[in-house]
């Protein structure tokens, strides 16, 4: 009992140790990691890989030796993708699939098939997502309900489909792409979004009750990103504590590698931020956002 116990808080210090590396210096920790290939044999499966952080997390998994399993509805750009990634990285493995996530049965098919062709899904990245959403009661029901629906409900059929090849398989690694609007409730267009993001949040986190309740080798981890210019939104207005895809991606991958089971993207400010928000009265999170 007493050498289990020591090697519990030994093995619960060594992880807090790199979840605060990884979450002060991103680039730092995933250069160390990159020179130790610490992916290499392992495979993981992102959705909404043909653009923005999706299109960023597989280059750097790929950078780190892990075999990738990409997915979106622009096959066009996951086969440059797949391209550009094997040409760099020859000892890797990259398939792609086409892949609508508002078609909830092909998200079972689809990570089947890649669950056949790799033998094996290490993790799961749910990442595909949209941000279109309108103020309530402003007539754009149908805009809100197709927001609503692609980032809970396809993240929720994207959650099942990854969790029964990992119960099946006895281990995994689940990762879900929240934000840090579920932090609160928000006003204008960010309401519909937000509110789905934090439904997404709350699934995350019911999922790792029960692999704890059930005492299941699976990880799973939340991650909340902050403000990350990518083409998405590269026209939009400047906003506040906002990093480019570079510097949002690394810290994302370096939050995932660390086996977070939440964390906010970049760590500073958006973990203060996010303390913040949850407790600051509604009217100054308004101003805030």
């Not at 026209?235 to 504590?241: D, G, V, Y």
Request: a positive charge.
């Amino acid at each position: 009992m007493q050498n289990k116990l020591i090697n519990l808080v030994t093995k619960s210090a060594k992880q807090s140790k790199n979840q605060l590396f990884s979450a002060i210096q991103p680039a730092r920790y995933l250069k160390d990691l990159s020179k130790q290939q610490i992916g290499r044999g392992k495979t993981v499966l992102i959705t909404g890989a043909s653009s923005g952080l999706g299109e960023g997390m597989a280059r750097l998994f790929a950078k780190l030796g892990y075999n990738l399993a990409i997915c979106a509805r622009r096959t066009d750009r996951l086969g440059s993708l797949q391209a550009e990634l094997m040409a760099a990285y020859p000892d890797i493995r990259v398939e792609y699939r086409a892949l609508d996530v508002s078609d909830y049965d092909a998200i079972f098919d689809v990570f089947d098939a890649f669950a056949t062709d790799f033998g094996h899904i290490d993790r799961v990245v749910v990442n595909a997502g949209v941000g279109d959403s309108r103020r309530i009661g402003k007539g754009r029901f149908d805009t809100n309900r197709r927001t609503v629906e692609i980032n809970f409900v396809s993240a929720l059929a994207q959650c099942e489909a990854a969790m029964n090849i990992f119960r099946a398989q006895n281990s995994g690694h689940l990762v879900v792409i929240s934000s840090m609007s579920a932090m609160r409730g928000l006003p204008k267009h960010l309401t519909a979004y937000g509110a789905s993001k934090a439904g997404l949040a709350h699934l995350a986190e019911g999922i790792r009750a029960d692999m704890l309740l059930t005492k299941l080798p699976i990880k799973v981890s939340t991650i909340y990103p902050g403000y990350i210019r990518t083409e998405i939104n590269e026209n939009a207005k400047p906003l506040p504590f906002e990093v480019d895809a570079d510097t949002g991606t690394k810290s994302i991958v370096a939050a995932i590698e660390a086996g977070v089971d939440e964390a906010c993207v970049p760590s500073l400010p958006w973990s203060i931020v996010g303390q913040a928000m949850k407790h600051l009265p509604l009217q100054v999170v308004n101003k805030v956002n």
